[in-house]
């Protein structure tokens, strides 16, 4: 018997869904199906599945899983967040035009910029913390808005209800990059948004044990065509890896409420150093997004990036060098705490000019908070700043 998750508390949600009993042998974790193929009886007859890039039971039972913990109708797994995004961008043909943000992911905006420019696909960067220069930006050949909110990594809030409203009287499509905030956090569909995207690599799975991606949808046409994409393309992930991620999600409400303890208490402490210049986090009421995120996010998470008073690369470098219970990496969300450097690391790809002009200095520094004790995070901070 599977649980009706369309009515029941979040954590419920998560732990159930697309989990159902497997009906061979009754195991409650679904089956990591490691297999390419599948034998037939007879040509094209087979029990719903003839090869793993086009189904496999392990991506399928995933797939719901990930449509339950959006509330959407479908959902889609790849390979990676930016398989994922590759597949979105695919829905648009040559000259038709995209309004992203300037402040998101760099690798993103290099996927937008150097892949899909080249083939005709045009971008337009606007600061989408005011909803009036998406609106500005719209022409004719528009037909996609691309949102990330919060943003990586300055933490700015786009208002996804503005942007629908502005979308909507001209049937462009609207997809936000879910992933700073998860499914705990925010659900962009029931804002009106048409896709939600997610790099699961992050919180979704959570343990920074595997690179994957998600799509979730409503409209049953838009999933056709996705899913078209995604065994066409074939930028889908391997029966082990949606094992991983299936795992993750059963603990995300748990993570997520830690995260966002701990995000609160570092982002104070953070704000008290006297060495420290600025603290984006969206849960200060003087954030100037803050009361966006109250109203479309459930809490504040545990993403923060911060400025020394001492501007200087050097210095930030320092700090990085110093951490311990910090790791400098790429990539955030899971349960240990990340450092990371954006102008040299994840945002490499965006030119210094870009960067600069939108607010993203070389001395930014990123944090992703993990779920350790509050205080040691505190303390190896304060540490490594002095
Ligand atoms: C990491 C990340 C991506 C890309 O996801 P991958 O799984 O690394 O391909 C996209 N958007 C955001 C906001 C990210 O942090």
């Not at 009993?21 to 037939?40: E, H, L, N, W």
């Not at 998406?134 to 808005?145: D, E, M, Q």
């Not at 804002?191 to 979730?216: E, N, P, R, W």
């Amino acid at each position: 018997m599977g649980t009706d998750i369309k009515n029941v508390g979040i954590g419920t949600r998560f732990i159930h869904a697309g989990a159902e009993p497997d009906p061979s042998t009754g195991a409650i974790m679904t089956p990591i199906f490691q297999t390419s193929t599948f034998v037939q009886e007879a040509p094209d007859v087979h029990k719903g599945y003839d090869y793993s890039r086009a189904g496999n039971p392990t991506r399928t039972a995933l797939e719901k899983a990930y449509a339950g913990i959006e509330n959407a109708n479908y959902g889609l797994a790849f390979s990676s967040g930016l398989g994922a995004t590759d597949a979105i961008i695919k829905l648009l043909s040559a000259g038709d035009e995209v309004i992203a943000g300037t402040d998101m992911y760099g690798g993103s905006y290099r996927l937008f910029s150097k892949v899909f420019e080249r083939m005709g696909i045009k971008f337009q960067y606007v600061d989408q913390r005011n909803p009036y220069n998406i609106a500005k930006a719209i022409s004719p050949r528009t037909k996609l808005i691309w949102v990330e909110t919060p943003t990586n990594p300055l933490i700015n809030i786009v208002d996804i209800a503005a942007v629908v409203a502005i979308a909507k009287p001209h049937n462009i499509l609207v997809c936000v990059d879910n992933t700073f905030a998860s499914p705990y956090l925010q659900n962009p569909l029931e804002l009106g948004a048409d896709i939600v995207m997610h790099s699961s690599t992050k919180y979704l799975g959570g343990h920074s044990d595997v690179v994957q991606g998600a799509i979730m949808i409503n409209d049953e046409k838009l999933r056709d065509e996705l899913y078209f994409l995604q065994k066409s393309c074939g930028a889908v992930p391997g029966p082990m890896d949606c094992f991983l991620v299936l795992r993750g999600i059963k603990t995300l409400h748990v993570r997520m409420q830690r995260h966002c303890e701990n995000g609160r208490k570092v982002a104070e402490a953070l704000r008290k150093n006297p060495k420290v210049g600025k603290v984006h986090w969206c849960g200060f009421e003087d954030h100037p997004g803050h009361e966006v995120a109250k109203k479309q996010m459930r809490d504040f998470g545990g993403m923060i990036s911060i400025e020394l008073k001492d501007e200087s690369l050097e210095a930030a470098v320092e700090v990085m060098k110093k951490t311990k219970v910090f790791s400098l990496a790429e990539s955030l969300g899971g349960v240990e705490s990340l450092v990371n450097h954006p102008a040299t690391m994840t945002h490499a790809s965006i030119p210094r000019e870009e960067r600069i002009k939108n607010g993203l200095s070389d001395s930014l520094i990123r944090l992703s908070v993990g779920i350790e004790d509050a205080e040691d995070l505190i303390a190896d901070l304060n540490q490594a700043i002095g």
